[in-house]
């Protein structure tokens, strides 16, 4: 169960059978305390124009693989690959069955159970991070310029 005392950040969430793709949507997070424990993850952080704090403790639906699992702290967001302790689908992200205006479904990662599956095997997280749109160069942060030209960076036609 989250705690709705605290100042939850917007969180999305999208899974596959073996693992959860989670993004925490703090901008310009400095040093956050992040926690992920094999039944929650905890983040408390600022960010923001405003320096507003934020904080959220996710209560998982089931176990996870702390230890295998990793995340990546950036300029919009923190994401995380939280490793299932299960290979198998979720009904939902949370222990608890109630509805919180701060959590979505990231539907640019979602994936269905009965989508055809192009997952990639074993746990190779640096070919994971790199397909959730970073490269990590060591230092952690994350280089997105890969040089590709993105459609919506097209000209848009005039108006008639």
Not at 29 to 58: A, H, M, N, R, W
Not at 77 to 100: G, H, M, P, Y
């Amino acid at each position: 169960m989250a705690d709705e005392r605290l100042n939850p950040p917007p969180v999305f969430w999208a899974q596959r059978k073996n693992l959860l793709y989670v993004k925490i949507q703090v901008e310009d997070c400095q040093k956050p305390t992040i926690k992920v424990e094999k039944d929650k993850v905890y983040f408390k952080g600022s960010g923001g124009t405003d320096k507003k704090s934020y904080e959220v403790t996710l209560e998982l639906f089931k176990e996870i693989k702390p230890e295998e699992s990793k995340y990546s702290v950036k300029g919009i967001a923190t994401e995380f690959v939280l490793i299932k302790a299960e290979e198998k689908f979720w009904s939902r992200l949370l222990k608890d069955d109630k509805k919180f205006h701060w959590l979505k479904v990231d539907f640019n990662k979602w994936k269905d159970e009965d989508d055809s599956e192009e997952e990639v095997e074993g746990t190779d997280f640096e070919e994971m991070m790199r397909k959730m749109g970073g490269v990590n160069d060591g230092s952690g942060d994350m280089n997105f310029d890969d040089g590709a030209v993105d459609s919506d960076d097209e000209e848009l036609p005039d108006l008639e």
